[in-house]
C-alpha cells in the first residue's frame, strides 16, 4: 500500500518527460505534477498546495532551456525552498546546467532573463546529480538513494517492478474477443458513419481506419459502401496485417500498411502512403479502440489535421470503465477494475468521458457524441458472456500476457490469482436473473 508520500515533478510543457515519468511510475515511486498549461491564480494555488503538503518529499526538475526560461518552473523551486522541500535536477540534453543557462540567456527575451538569472542561482554545480547519461546508467540507483534521503519510499510493489506491455491482439483469447466485439458495434458504427457521411460528396471518398488489426471492422463497415474509392488500414502489427491483406484481398480499393501511430514519423509515413496511393487527403479516419492505446493521444489527433481533405470527418469509438455499474457486488466490480487497471498501465480505460474535451479543444469542429448503451435485462447466457467478457474477464488475460512478459514477477503472480478468484466470485452472480450491469460506449465524430 502507498503511504500517500509524493515527489513534485517540474518541467517545460514545451519538453517531453513522460519517459521520465513512467519510470518513476515503474519504479513505484508516487508523483505529482501538473499537467495543465496554464499559469494562472488556480495554477498557483494548486502548485502551493502540493508543494506545501507535508507528503511532498522533494522536487524534481527537469532542466532544459525551455524550462529554465519558464516562469512555472522558477515559481515551483521557489515554492520548494519557501516550504523547505529539498530538490534535485537532471538535465534533458545531458549538458552542465550552466551551460543550459547560458544558452537560453542567449535565445531569451527580458523575462526569460530574468528567469534563467534567477534559476541559477538555484542550480549552483554542485547542486546537479544527474545528467541525461547518469539517469539511463542507473537511474534506480541514483534515484533511490536520492529519494530515500528525502524520506520518499517507493510503494510496497516497487520491488516488483515490471513492464506493462503494449497492446496487441495476439494476446490470449483476444481475437475471439475483438471478433465478439466486431459484432456487437455493427449498428453503432454504421449509424456514425451515415451521420458522417451525409455532408460529404458522394463518390471518390478517401478513409483512414487507424489501428485497423485484421480489417474485420474495416471491411465490415466499409467494404459494402461504394462511394468509398481507397480504404487505407494501418496498425503495427505485421501479423495482424497479413490476416487484414488476405481478408481484402477480393477488393482492390483496400490496401494495408504498417504504420506506429506513437512514431515521430507517424504523419511522414501517412503522407507516404498517400502518395503511393495517389490521395490528396482523406475524408474519413475512422478510429476504433484505437485511441485508448496510443502513448499521446491528443498529440495523434492533432497530427491528423495534416491529412484530411477539406471538410473531412473523424469518427472515434471508445468506451469508459467509469460507465460500468453494477448491483449488487458492485465493490467487487469496481475493485476487479480499479486493480487491474493499475497494472494495465498502457492503456487509457476511462478516455470515452474525454472526447469531447480533446476535440473541442484541439479545434475540431461540429463535435456530436453518439452513445450505445448496454445492460443484463432481459439477456440470454450468450449475450450476457458477451458482456462479461468485454467489462471484465478479458483482463485476466492481458494482465497473464504481461506476466508472461515478467515471468516469476510475485506482484503480478498475486494478482492473477486474486483476479482469478474475483472473477469467479462475480460470474456466479453476473448470470442471475436479478442482477444488472450496464455499460456505456461513445462514439465521437468531429470535422477537421
Ligand atoms: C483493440 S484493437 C482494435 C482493432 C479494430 N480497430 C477494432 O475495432 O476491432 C487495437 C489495434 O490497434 C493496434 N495498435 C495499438 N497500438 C498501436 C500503435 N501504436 N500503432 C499502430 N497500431 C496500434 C493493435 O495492434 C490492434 O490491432
Same mark, same amino acid.
Given at each position: 500500500?502507498?503511504?500517500?508520500?509524493?515527489?513534485?515533478?517540474?518541467?517545460?510543457?514545451?519538453?517531453?518527460?513522460?519517459?521520465?515519468?513512467?519510470?518513476?511510475?515503474?519504479?513505484?515511486?508516487?508523483?505529482?505534477?501538473?499537467?495543465?498549461?496554464?499559469?494562472?491564480?488556480?495554477?498557483?494555488?494548486?502548485?502551493?498546495?502540493?508543494?506545501?503538503?507535508?507528503?511532498?518529499?522533494?522536487?524534481?526538475?527537469?532542466?532544459?532551456?525551455?524550462?529554465?526560461?519558464?516562469?512555472?518552473?522558477?515559481?515551483?523551486?521557489?515554492?520548494?525552498?519557501?516550504?523547505?522541500?529539498?530538490?534535485?535536477?537532471?538535465?534533458?540534453?545531458?549538458?552542465?546546467?550552466?551551460?543550459?543557462?547560458?544558452?537560453?540567456?542567449?535565445?531569451?527575451?527580458?523575462?526569460?532573463?530574468?528567469?534563467?538569472?534567477?534559476?541559477?542561482?538555484?542550480?549552483?554545480?554542485?547542486?546537479?546529480?544527474?545528467?541525461?547519461?547518469?539517469?539511463?546508467?542507473?537511474?534506480?540507483?541514483?534515484?533511490?538513494?536520492?529519494?530515500?534521503?528525502?524520506?520518499?519510499?517507493?510503494?510496497?510493489?516497487?520491488?516488483?517492478?515490471?513492464?506493462?506491455?503494449?497492446?496487441?491482439?495476439?494476446?490470449?483469447?483476444?481475437?475471439?474477443?475483438?471478433?465478439?466485439?466486431?459484432?456487437?458495434?455493427?449498428?453503432?458504427?454504421?449509424?456514425?458513419?451515415?451521420?458522417? *457521411?451525409?455532408?460529404?460528396?458522394?463518390?471518390?471518398?478517401?478513409?483512414?481506419?487507424?489501428?485497423?488489426?485484421?480489417?474485420?471492422?474495416?471491411?465490415?463497415?466499409?467494404?459494402?459502401?461504394?462511394?468509398?474509392?481507397?480504404?487505407?488500414?494501418?496498425?503495427?502489427?505485421?501479423?495482424?496485417?497479413?490476416?487484414?491483406?488476405?481478408?481484402?484481398?477480393?477488393?482492390?480499393?483496400?490496401?494495408?500498411?504498417?504504420?506506429?501511430?506513437?512514431?515521430?514519423?507517424?504523419?511522414?509515413?501517412?503522407?507516404?502512403?498517400?502518395?503511393?496511393?495517389?490521395?490528396?487527403?482523406?475524408?474519413?479516419?475512422?478510429?476504433?479502440?484505437?485511441?485508448?492505446?496510443?502513448?499521446?493521444?491528443?498529440?495523434?489527433?492533432?497530427?491528423?489535421?495534416?491529412?484530411?481533405?477539406?471538410?473531412?470527418?473523424?469518427?472515434?469509438?471508445?468506451?469508459?470503465?467509469?460507465?460500468?455499474?453494477?448491483?449488487?457486488?458492485?465493490? *467487487?466490480?469496481?475493485?476487479?477494475?480499479?486493480?487491474?487497471?493499475?497494472?494495465?498501465?498502457?492503456?487509457?480505460?476511462?478516455?470515452?468521458?474525454?472526447?469531447?474535451?480533446?476535440?473541442?479543444?484541439?479545434?475540431?469542429?461540429?463535435?456530436?457524441?453518439?452513445?450505445?448503451?448496454?445492460?443484463?435485462?432481459?439477456?440470454?447466457?450468450?449475450?450476457?458472456?458477451?458482456?462479461?467478457?468485454?467489462?471484465?474477464?478479458?483482463?485476466?488475460?492481458?494482465?497473464?500476457?504481461?506476466?508472461?512478459?515478467?515471468?516469476?514477477?510475485?506482484?503480478?503472480?498475486?494478482?492473477?490469482?486474486?483476479?482469478?478468484?474475483?472473477?469467479?466470485?462475480?460470474?456466479?452472480?453476473?448470470?442471475?436473473?436479478?442482477?444488472?450491469?450496464?455499460?456505456?460506449?461513445?462514439?465521437?465524430?468531429?470535422?477537421?
Amino acid at each position: 500500500m502507498s503511504d500517500g508520500n509524493y515527489v513534485f515533478l517540474s518541467y517545460s510543457h514545451k519538453d517531453n518527460i513522460s519517459y521520465y515519468i513512467d519510470v518513476l511510475n515503474i519504479g513505484g515511486y508516487n508523483t505529482v505534477f501538473d499537467e495543465t498549461i496554464s499559469f494562472g491564480e488556480e495554477w498557483d494555488l494548486k502548485v502551493r498546495r502540493q508543494l506545501s503538503n507535508s507528503r511532498c518529499k522533494g522536487m524534481f526538475v527537469f532542466l532544459s532551456e525551455k524550462s529554465a526560461a519558464s516562469n512555472a518552473v522558477l515559481t515551483e523551486i521557489e515554492y520548494a525552498e519557501k516550504y523547505n522541500k529539498p530538490y534535485a535536477a537532471i538535465t534533458l540534453n545531458n549538458e552542465s546546467p550552466q551551460k543550459i543557462f547560458a544558452e537560453a540567456l542567449r535565445s531569451g527575451n527580458e523575462m526569460a532573463r530574468f528567469v534563467i538569472e534567477n534559476l541559477s542561482v538555484y542550480f549552483p554545480q554542485n547542486k546537479l546529480y544527474l545528467l541525461k547519461n547518469d539517469f539511463n546508467l542507473d537511474l534506480k540507483g541514483k534515484l533511490s538513494q536520492t529519494f530515500k534521503e528525502w524520506g520518499l519510499l517507493p510503494d510496497s510493489n516497487a520491488d516488483d517492478v515490471f513492464t506493462a506491455s503494449t497492446y496487441t491482439s495476439m494476446i490470449l483469447g483476444e481475437k475471439e474477443r475483438l471478433h465478439w466485439q466486431e459484432n456487437g458495434y455493427v449498428k453503432f458504427d454504421n449509424e456514425a458513419i451515415d451521420k458522417a *457521411l451525409a455532408s460529404l460528396p458522394d463518390n471518390n471518398l478517401t478513409v483512414l481506419d487507424l489501428g485497423c488489426s485484421d480489417a474485420l471492422v474495416t471491411y465490415s463497415r466499409f467494404a459494402n459502401r461504394p462511394q468509398f474509392k481507397k480504404i487505407i488500414g494501418v496498425d503495427y502489427n505485421q501479423s495482424d496485417l497479413d490476416a487484414a491483406k488476405e481478408r481484402c484481398k477480393n477488393d482492390p480499393r483496400f490496401c494495408f500498411y504498417k504504420v506506429d501511430l506513437n512514431s515521430s514519423d507517424f504523419c511522414c509515413a501517412i503522407k507516404n502512403i498517400m502518395q503511393e496511393n495517389d490521395i490528396k487527403g482523406f475524408d474519413l479516419i475512422f478510429a476504433a479502440f484505437i485511441l485508448q492505446h496510443v502513448q499521446k493521444p491528443k498529440l495523434l489527433l492533432l497530427r491528423l489535421f495534416d491529412l484530411f481533405n477539406p471538410g473531412g470527418k473523424i469518427i472515434i469509438r471508445e468506451s469508459d470503465d467509469g460507465s460500468k455499474l453494477c448491483f449488487p457486488n458492485d465493490s *467487487l466490480a469496481e475493485e476487479i477494475i480499479k486493480r487491474t487497471n493499475a497494472v494495465i498501465k498502457s492503456s487509457d480505460r476511462i478516455i470515452g468521458r474525454k472526447l469531447y474535451p480533446y476535440l473541442s479543444e484541439l479545434g475540431y469542429e461540429n463535435i456530436e457524441l453518439l452513445y450505445s448503451i448496454d445492460d443484463t435485462i432481459n439477456k440470454t447466457r450468450r449475450e450476457k458472456e458477451w458482456l462479461f467478457t468485454m467489462g471484465f474477464s478479458f483482463r485476466l488475460n492481458r494482465i497473464k500476457s504481461i506476466y508472461a512478459e515478467n515471468p516469476g514477477n510475485e506482484f503480478l503472480k498475486k494478482e492473477i490469482q486474486w483476479l482469478e478468484n474475483a472473477l469467479d466470485k462475480l460470474k456466479t452472480v453476473f448470470f442471475s436473473r436479478d442482477f444488472y450491469y450496464t455499460v456505456r460506449s461513445y462514439i465521437a465524430i468531429g470535422s477537421a
